[in-house]
């Protein structure tokens, strides 16, 4: 049992864990934002190109009193994954661009840090003391 949660301890500690939870907390908040923005300004759209008509929220069939099949709740739940769906898509792209550009940067500096020798500069390995490609010797 000590194994089991010496394990479950390191788990949570891990940065993988941690930013799923931080994902789960952001994703909550903006499922907010994107129902405001389908309820308030996209039905309101639909409503206004249909002419007065309800719009999406108006696509029901009656089946009986107290019962009804909602076709427009299933188009705004549509709406609403295509957006948040999108906006994910952006996120992840630029994070990928972001870390290509971060990944390129450290492959240049450290390219850059290799020694040259100050007679033929021709790159020489750290510590030597003198030039395999010129013969001259390296302070």
């Known amino acids: 049992m000590k194994g089991f949660m010496r394990e479950f301890k390191e788990f949570i500690a891990q940065g993988n864990a941690m930013d799923m939870a931080i994902g789960v907390i952001i994703g909550g908040a903006f499922t907010a934002i994107v129902n405001a923005l389908v309820g308030n300004i996209i039905q309101p759209l639909i409503t206004l190109i249909t002419g007065g008509a309800e719009g999406v929220s108006g696509l029901r069939i009656p089946v009986n ?9 299933l188009i705004s739940a549509i709406i ?39 007679h033929c500069l021709e790159e020489i390995k750290a510590g030597a003391t003198k030039c395999p490609h010129c013969g001259s010797a390296i302070q």
Do not use: H, Q
């Open 65 to 73: 009193a107290e019962t009804a099949i909602d076709f427009g709740a």
């Open 80 to 118: 609403n994954f295509l957006i948040v769906a999108f906006i994910v898509f952006l996120m992840v792209k630029s994070l990928n661009k972001m870390m290509s550009l971060t990944k390129n940067g450290k492959e240049e500096s450290s390219e850059e840090a290799a020694p040259v020798c100050p």
